[in-house]
C-alpha cells in the first residue's frame, strides 16, 4: 500500500480539463510544500513535470498545473491532448527520517 | 544534457546481493548541489524511493529497506551504486537512478531503468 492516496485512475476528452488528487497526511504532504508530481508513458521512466507543489520545470506546458490543500495535493492538466494518456505520480517529502514517499499512481485516458 | 544510465546483472538469485551502477555523463556528479537516488517500479505497480547519498558520502534510506541497503558514490568514475541484500522474488522490480536537486525533493533527471527479476 502505497504511502499517499491517488485514485487509480482519471479521464477526459480532448480539450477539457482533468484533475487527479493525492492524499497524504500532516507528517508528508500537509506539512511541507515539496509535492511533485511525475508523468510515466509505458516503458518510459517517470518525468518530472510539477515540483514544489506548484513550479514547472523548463519545456513542460503551462496545461500542468498544481496546487495543495491541507493533506491533499493537485494536478490539474488542462486543454487535454492524446499525448497527455499516461500514468502521473505524485510524491512528497516526509521528512528527515522518511525523506521521499510516492502515490501509487494514476492512470490518465483521454477518451 | 545530464544523463544517467543504469548496469548490472539483470538476473539475481534468491538470498543473493543485488548490485546496479549508476553513470553520469554530461556534467560532473560532484558539480552544484545534488543528491543522487535509487527507485525501484514492480511490473505494474508504483515507484518506491529506495535512498540517495549526496557526493560527500553522506546517505538517506527508505526505513522499509534501510537494513538490506547500502548506496555508495565514486566520484572519479562518476558513478554511484546500489546494494541490496538478501533478495527475495519481492525485490523483482525495474530500478532507475535518478538525480535529486537539493532543497526541491524531487527528481529532475532519470536513468531509463533497468529489469531486475530475482529468481533461482
Known amino acids: ?69 491541507g493533506n ?10 492524446a499525448e497527455d494518456e499516461a500514468d502521473y505520480y505524485c510524491s512528497s517529502y516526509a521528512g528527515s527520517n522518511n525523506l521521499v514517499v510516492f502515490g501509487g499512481g494514476t492512470k490518465l485516458t483521454v477518451l | 544534457q545530464v544523463q544517467l544510465q543504469e548496469s548490472g546483472p539483470g538476473l539475481v538469485k534468491p538470498s543473493q546481493t543485488l548490485s546496479l551502477t549508476c553513470t553520469v555523463s554530461g556534467g560532473s556528479i560532484s558539480s552544484g548541489t545534488y543528491y543522487w537516488s535509487w527507485i525501484r517500479q514492480p511490473a505494474g505497480k508504483g515507484l518506491e524511493w529506495i535512498g540517495r547519498i549526496s557526493t560527500s558520502g553522506s546517505t538517506s534510506y527508505n526505513p522499509s529497506l534501510k537494513s538490506r541497503v547500502a548506496i555508495s558514490v565514486d566520484t572519479s568514475e562518476n558513478q554511484f551504486s546500489l546494494n541490496l541484500g538478501s533478495v527475495t522474488a519481492a525485490d523483482t522490480a525495474v530500478y532507475y537512478c535518478a538525480r535529486w536537486p537539493a532543497g526541491t525533493a524531487s527528481f529532475d533527471y532519470w536513468g531509463q531503468g533497468t529489469l531486475v527479476t530475482v529468481s533461482s
Not at chain 1, 492516496?5 to 480539450?15: H, K, L, N
Not at chain 1, 491533499?72 to 491532448?81: H, I, K, N, R, Y
Request: charged share 15%; hydrophobic share 25%.
Open chain 1, 72 to 81: 491533499t495535493a493537485s494536478l490539474t492538466v488542462s486543454g487535454l491532448q
Open chain 1, 1 to 69: 500500500q502505497s504511502a499517499l492516496t491517488q485514485p487509480p485512475s482519471a479521464s477526459g476528452s480532448p480539450g477539457q480539463s482533468v484533475t487527479i488528487s493525492c492524499t497524504g497526511t500532516s507528517s508528508d504532504v500537509g506539512g511541507y510544500d515539496y509535492v511533485s508530481w511525475y508523468q510515466q508513458h509505458p516503458g518510459k521512466a517517470p518525468k518530472l513535470i510539477i515540483y514544489e507543489v506548484t513550479k514547472r520545470p523548463s519545456g513542460v506546458p503551462d496545461r500542468f498545473s498544481g496546487s495543495k490543500s
